[in-house]
């Protein structure tokens, strides 16, 4: 997190909280439960390491997210998705050119962020202030557990969080399939290959059509014959694909709901901007506010929710990405404190700490085991093997 956190031309510079701290605990635990190590702490570059991102300040490091300041604070604004341009026309009242910044970022001084939070929310824009929670949130740990070779597991998931969670899941002998539907197919499939073939590697894909009756009775069958959901939609979505995710937890299913800010709140968001706007953000001299690490919301989501996934018991476990953030940060008290910065040391980067300097890593990559699926690569065999009506 440190090599991507700060200027691009200054020295890295070391975030607030434990994040780094977190996810190694969040990977141990799930090591003890299912004999598959990792560094939780790496995990959180992994994807850096495979795109080549670097720290861009007030840009984030994939550069679809930026900090701008508002009229009594600072906000993270994300245009990753081909209608975010629109929606952020409609979010300022004007229509925007092929450079969407001068025009968001001036009706932002304008404008607080409790305005942002509520015409986002409205508009569906993924974006908020940058808020410090006074009191973090503690995160639940489900308190058995269960093995999880040869579980089911059914991903509805997308982009990093779910399928990290997913891929956890796969490594510790899970069956997984990814579902996907024909006009929303996972955006990933369109980011870094290498990236996209280590989380899915080895699972198999399904692509149903909730448009139609057929489609819709399929997804519920696959449901139904899941141990383990993972799916990443607001429940106003889910009902429209005709799931029901309290009546699977009745009949046994573990349910692992993820969403930017809990499932009762109507607002969407993206690793990046939900980190930010949680207060996980560095601090330059003066107090503004820089990007720490890369989407870190989605890796520390995605442990979380594997963690969870292993409980012993049918739950439906309602995972906020803002929350998994705001539990590794500690209470806001006073004026933020400037991030001390990394120094230049034997060709590299060194962070002075009370037992000595502690070398700055660099992001590392893992290689996939195997080949990742094309789009519904395995609908029929899937749906034969267990038994459901191919649409």
């Known amino acids: 997190m440190v090599a991507l956190t700060g200027w691009a031309d200054g020295p890295p510079l070391v975030p607030p909280g434990r994040a780094a701290t977190a996810a190694r605990e969040l990977a141990d635990l799930f090591a003890a439960r299912t004999g598959v190590r990792l560094d ?7 994807r850096a390491a495979f795109t080549g991102h670097r720290r861009r300040g007030e840009f984030s490091a994939g550069g679809s997210c930026r900090l701008l300041p508002t009229a009594d604070g600072w906000a993270a604004v994300s245009c990753a998705r081909p209608d975010d341009p629109a929606l952020l026309g409609a979010l300022v009242g004007a229509a925007l050119g092929d450079d969407p910044w ?8 304008g404008h607080t962020g409790a305005e942002l939070a509520e015409r986002a929310a409205l508009l569906g824009v993924a974006a908020g202030p940058v808020r410090h929670r006074r009191t973090p949130p503690s995160l639940p740990r489900p308190p058995a557990h269960r093995p999880v070779r040869d579980l089911l597991v059914v991903d509805f998931s997308a982009l990093w969080a779910g399928p990290l969670c997913a891929h956890l899941l796969g490594l510790a002998g899970a069956r997984v399939v990814k579902v996907e539907t024909p006009g929303r197919p996972d955006g990933a499939r369109r980011g870094n290959p290498g990236f996209y073939r280590l989380l899915h590697a080895g699972h198999r894909s399904v692509v149903l059509d909730p448009g139609t009756a057929a489609g819709r009775a399929a997804m519920a069958a696959l449901v139904g014959a899941a141990d383990i959901v993972i799916e990443a939609s607001r429940p106003r979505a889910l009902a429209r694909f005709g799931l029901d995710a309290e ?16 499932r009762g709140a109507d607002r969407v968001g993206f690793g990046d901007d939900v980190a930010a706007a949680s207060g ?11 990007f720490c690490g890369d989407a870190i919301a989605d890796p520390l989501t995605g442990l979380t929710a594997a963690v969870l996934a292993t409980g012993g018991e049918s739950a439906l476990w309602d995972v906020s990405m803002s929350d998994v953030v705001a539990a590794t940060l500690p209470p806001a008290a006073g004026a933020p ?10 060709g590299g980067w060194v962070v002075d700490t009370g037992a000595g300097p502690v070398p700055v890593a660099v992001p590392r990559r893992r290689e996939a085991a195997g080949r990742a699926a094309g789009a519904g690569e395995h609908t029929g065999r899937v749906l034969r093997e267990l038994g459901i009506a191919a649409p």
Not at 337 to 346: C, I, K, L, W
Request: overall charge positive; hydrophobic content about 50%.
């Open 40 to 46: 939780g702490a790496r995990l959180l570059s992994e």
């Open 102 to 109: 001068p025009a968001v970022a001036g009706w932002l001084r």
């Open 247 to 262: 009546a699977a937890v009745a009949a046994g299913t573990t349910w692992i709901s993820i969403t930017a800010y809990g």
């Open 280 to 290: 996980l953000v560095a601090r330059a001299p003066g107090g503004a506010p820089l």
């Open 337 to 346: 404190a400037t991030s001390p910065p990394a120094r230049a040391a034997g």
